[in-house]
């Protein structure tokens, strides 16, 4: 009879088993990162591109709001094209390019599968890109839909589902090949809006653009997808980048995985009833307009958990955002996220909604969404991902500082203009004895605020354009070191 014993785990032993552990998960990183290098490099740079273009279109529709004759000989500059073009090349061309890069990279990494490779994503990509080409020409030739957040031609719309569906596909099968282990809210996050913005998309294109329903069911429909693709398609993403990001850079685990499936069940239940506060007035059912208020309101819930989670988390940290590069751009995507989800639940009660309905108000509102949250957060998240996929460092601490402050500045300088100046139009217009065009000539000093806050916009995009080009080049600092903002004290572990 053989008698078998198990070998005690010395601490000798343990540390080498840690130190083993430690090595296979960074060539695993190392192999996942490579298998996302050029397909998630080609995403972000088309992304930069829309990103440029969609900036120089923003100027013009801008201008044209207090230059009426700015560009006036062109029946493709006109502001009923400039205006939807701008909208769709930011909304498609740089924010979801730039969310199916990162979505791709963060399931990646955190379900350990490597992106599959061959031609399909390639096609993926490519179409995406074509789609946006094709949507963007159709409008400024004017076959605008003149449907809000879905004003890309009925030819154009079939290269973004086929597209996507090739990319959610993608996502789902890295999920259910993941290696054994935890689930992260991230993962969830990241499944959640592959799925959902393929059925919201394509749900709206077809009963607004290709089969079109009755008038009156027309609106609902479109302030559904309007909403629901800042909720539950870029939210979700930026969220997920967040979750992954912070605890990445400061060296410490989310504060509470419970309160994050809060966050996440709260706000796939709550937010897909809003969008028709929008309607408030109209000629809609009652029920339809206070169930919508109803769920603004409540997503204080989500937006109040996912704040704590992330404060608590930062708690005692907070100096990084001094020295790291990803993280003042998170840490800022993620206080914008809090304003703008309060403002707009208290901007969908009916008294305050009176004064800012149809206002300059909510063009302001979006832009803190859009841009202060969403955009910010996805620079934040380039910051960290190019140096992993190419393994060089950004080039310049000077020109991402230049990016950053040009950034804040620029937005700022955008949604503090157009929320006072849709304010005052707001009070204005609800008085009878005031004239349309006297309320019009108020907002002239603010709209002219907002086309310098977009030549300041666009500035920090050719600061971040650039530093992305020479990174690609390979124009990186030697040693290898990273490229901080600020020297971290000793006891900080860098991880930019």
């Not at 307009?289 to 958990?305: E, F, K, Y």
């Not at 530093?467 to 020297?487: D, E, V, Y």
């Amino acid at each position: 009879m053989s008698v078998s014993i198990a070998q005690p785990i010395t601490t000798s032993r343990a540390q080498k088993i840690g130190e083993s552990d430690h090595a296979k998960n960074l060539v695993e990183r190392q192999l996942v990162d490579l298998s996302c290098k050029k397909v998630v490099s080609l995403l972000f740079a088309t992304s930069l591109f829309w990103l440029l273009m969609g900036s120089a279109l923003a100027i013009a529709a801008s201008m044209k709001l207090h230059m009426p004759e700015f560009l006036g000989g062109s029946d493709w500059l006109t502001f009923g094209r400039v205006r939807p073009a701008h909208l769709n090349t930011m909304a498609y061309g740089w924010v979801s390019t730039a969310c199916l890069g990162v979505g791709l990279w963060l399931m990646s990494r955190l379900t350990r599968v490597e992106l599959r490779q061959g031609p399909l994503l390639w096609i993926g990509a490519i179409s995406w890109n074509i789609g946006i080409l094709v949507g963007t020409a159709g409008i400024l030739r004017g076959d605008s839909t003149s449907i809000e957040w879905l004003e890309f031609p009925y030819y154009a719309t079939p290269f973004l589902l086929i597209s996507f569906a090739i990319f959610m596909f993608e996502i789902i099968r890295m999920m259910n090949h993941r290696q054994p282990g935890h689930v992260y809210i991230s993962q969830w996050y990241v499944l959640a809006a592959f799925c959902w913005f393929p059925w919201l998309y394509a749900t709206a294109t077809i009963l607004l653009v290709w089969f079109p329903v009755q008038a009156p069911a027309m609106p609902p429909i479109n302030w559904w997808f309007a909403h629901n693709a800042l909720g539950l398609w870029f939210t979700p993403v930026c969220l997920a980048a967040a979750y992954y990001l912070i605890p990445k850079v400061i060296g410490k685990p989310i504060h509470s995985y419970y309160l994050s499936m809060v966050g996440f069940w709260s706000l796939a239940f709550f937010y897909a009833w809003n969008g028709m506060h929008h309607l408030i007035g109209g000629p809609f059912p009652a029920w339809l307009i206070s169930a919508s208020i109803a769920a603004s309101v409540m997503m204080l819930v989500p937006v109040i958990t996912v704040a704590i989670n992330h404060h608590m988390t930062m708690r005692g940290s907070f100096d990084a955002v001094r020295w790291s590069p990803t993280l003042r751009f998170v840490v800022f995507a993620a206080m914008s996220y809090t304003l703008v989800s309060i403002q707009g639940s208290t901007a969908a009660i009916r008294p305050l909604n009176q004064i800012t309905h149809f206002t300059h108000y909510t063009v302001g509102h979006a832009h803190l969404g859009m841009y202060a949250f969403v955009t910010m957060m996805l620079f934040g998240a380039i910051y960290y991902i190019m140096p992993r996929l190419w393994n060089r460092e950004w080039p310049s601490a000077f020109l991402i500082k230049s990016h950053f402050w040009l950034c804040v500045l620029g937005i700022s300088l955008m949604t503090f203009s157009l929320s006072i100046g849709g304010w005052i139009q707001g009070w204005e217009m609800n008085k009878a004895e005031k004239g349309f065009m006297e309320i019009m000539q108020i907002t002239i000093p603010y709209l002219q605020a907002r086309s310098v806050s977009g030549g300041i916009l666009t500035l920090a995009h050719l600061a971040f354009v650039l530093s992305f080009t020479l990174l690609l080049m390979g124009w990186s600092p030697k040693g290898g070191r990273p490229t901080l903002l600020a020297q971290p004290r000793h006891t900080e572990t860098v991880s930019t």
